[in-house]
């Protein structure tokens, strides 16, 4: 287990967990929030980014030799992501790309449909695209086809809060998904995160549940165990479930029983 990296595009990661940079009341907390959680992997939105804008270059914030995924928060269609993308890489981004595209405006919903698009032209350019989508096993194929080096379903609405209420799902896509299944958005209890490693997903990405909570940084030291736990427990193999009791102490030989 102590080998057990998480690779994306030809990057190993020791940490599975993913962090976002909204909706902190400090933006100084978040380095602190970045190191208790050990990731390595945080998401900003392009829009957010402007190096020179001092203390609102949300960029400025990640430490070094974490992976900067900046996301294209925002994007209505596929061509809209795909030139947030592009703008992302020419102002000194990198590569990687968390690819959202979402019309629905109450419940921010993902299109699938136009993420595809947009996951295939950004591929072919070369870059490591990280889809947001809605949890649905042919689009996780289109999207392998397409070129995406994870996939990133949704557990519920984007900071809901509300936890993994595409379970079932998930577990599908976990399972017959030939990507990494990265669980994205409405985590907000550690033991949720705990809950998606437990069930084999590659990592998850945490914001809201993180950034709002009464200490954030004590909360993404919190995922971050949480999240260690669920992947060891995976690992290990847990015991199968049983309809019926099951004694784990033999049920003869007690104390009075007749000679």
Wanted: charged share 20%; aromatic share 6%.
């Amino acid at each position: 287990m102590t080998n057990d990296a998480l690779v994306i595009g030809g990057r190993p990661l020791r940490s599975r967990l993913f962090m976002g940079t909204g909706k902190f009341p400090d933006n100084r907390l978040i380095p602190r929030a970045v190191e208790a959680s050990g990731t390595e992997v945080v998401t900003v939105a392009v829009r957010r980014v402007d190096f020179d804008a001092g203390e609102e270059n949300m960029a400025a914030h990640v430490p070094a030799g974490c992976v900067l995924l900046p996301n294209t928060s925002g994007a209505r269609n596929a061509a809209e992501a795909v030139r947030i993308a592009r703008l992302a890489r020419a102002a000194g981004c990198g590569d990687w790309v968390k690819i959202e595209v979402i019309n629905d405006n109450r419940y921010l919903l993902p299109d699938n449909f136009e993420t595809v698009q947009a996951t295939a032209v950004l591929a072919a350019e070369g870059f490591i695209v990280l889809p947001y989508m809605s949890p649905d096993l042919e689009a996780a194929r289109r999207l392998a086809d397409a070129g995406a080096a994870a996939v990133m379903p949704l557990g519920s609405p984007i900071g809901s809060n509300r936890g993994l209420r595409t379970r079932e799902l998930l577990q599908i896509l976990i399972e017959e998904s030939a990507l990494p299944v990265i669980v994205d958005a409405g985590l907000g209890k550690p033991s949720e995160a705990a809950e998606a490693m437990e069930m084999g997903a590659a990592a998850v990405l945490v914001n809201t549940a993180i950034a709002t909570a009464r200490d954030p940084v004590a909360m993404a030291r919190a995922f971050s165990l949480a999240v260690r736990a669920g992947r060891t427990a995976f690992l290990s193999g847990p015991a199968p479930v049983r309809e019926e009791a099951y004694a784990s102490s033999p049920l003869t030989g007690f104390l009075y029983d007749e000679e």
